[in-house]
């Protein structure tokens, strides 16, 4: 129940087009779900992220979409440029808890191609 | 501002030692967590400390251990190290409740 799926594992997209990274929750008591991109050597960087009180939010190129019913929320790239290739994170906790503990996706290793 | 440091950025030791990792959060952040990244089991909890008090503990064997002390930094320690022990370990720090993680670039711990 702790888990938090992430698919796909990894993605090819051209300059110009859509990234799209979905992931799905069981925990029903998750209420804070980030999304952070990794480069090589670096470690994770906080990209975006959502409380379940809103069903988008858009942030330049980046925008998450949740749906609250369904369990899932999905992350999408605008525009992707080569800069964006990096591994993607999907995240969730339980807001202003007793614990900031994060559950992590297995991330997505998106390449976009010039 | 700073952000978070974590040193060494790579360590290699043998199999049976010890390892400190340490970690300076960026200033005013209380809340500290260490995560364990490998390749096959991805981002895993290990700890989290809020005013130098362990908060949550991640399901990893007791030979993991850590501190944080009154200035907030934060050390972690791992005894008779194993050789699935090398991983890249990542440290964050936060102002608290409600409030995103700032992570380190980590430490490259390779046991041989």
């Known amino acids: 129940q702790q888990q938090v799926k992430q698919s796909p594992q990894s993605l090819i997209v051209q300059k110009g087009g859509i990234s799209i990274i979905n992931c799905a929750y069981e925990n029903t008591a998750f209420d804070y779900f980030p999304w952070y991109q990794q480069f090589p050597g670096k470690g994770p960087a906080l990209l975006i992220a959502?409380?379940?009180?809103?069903s988008e939010k858009k942030e330049g190129r980046f925008t998450i979409s949740f749906n609250k019913s369904a369990k899932q929320f999905s992350l999408h790239i605008m525009d992707s440029q080569p800069g964006d290739s990096a591994t993607y994170f999907c995240a969730a906790s339980i807001y202003g808890g007793a614990t900031n503990k994060l559950i992590f996706g297995t991330g997505t290793l998106l390449a976009v191609q010039p | 501002k700073a952000g978070v440091t974590q040193t060494p950025r790579y360590l290699i030791k043998t199999r049976g030692q010890q390892v400190t990792l340490s970690c300076s959060p960026i200033s005013g952040h209380r809340s500290v967590s260490w995560y364990q990244q490998t390749p096959g089991q991805g981002l895993q909890f290990l700890f989290e400390y809020f005013s130098e008090t362990q908060r949550n503990k991640g399901n990893f064997p007791g030979r993991f251990s850590g501190r944080q002390f009154s200035n907030s930094r934060s050390e972690m320690n791992v005894s008779t190290l194993e050789l699935g022990d090398s991983a890249l370990y990542l440290c964050?720090?936060?102002?608290?409740?409600?409030?995103?993680?700032?992570f380190g670039s980590g430490t490259r711990l390779t046991v041989v």
């Open positions: 959502i409380r379940p009180d809103v």
């Open positions: 964050a720090s936060s102002q608290g409740q409600g409030y995103g993680y700032t």
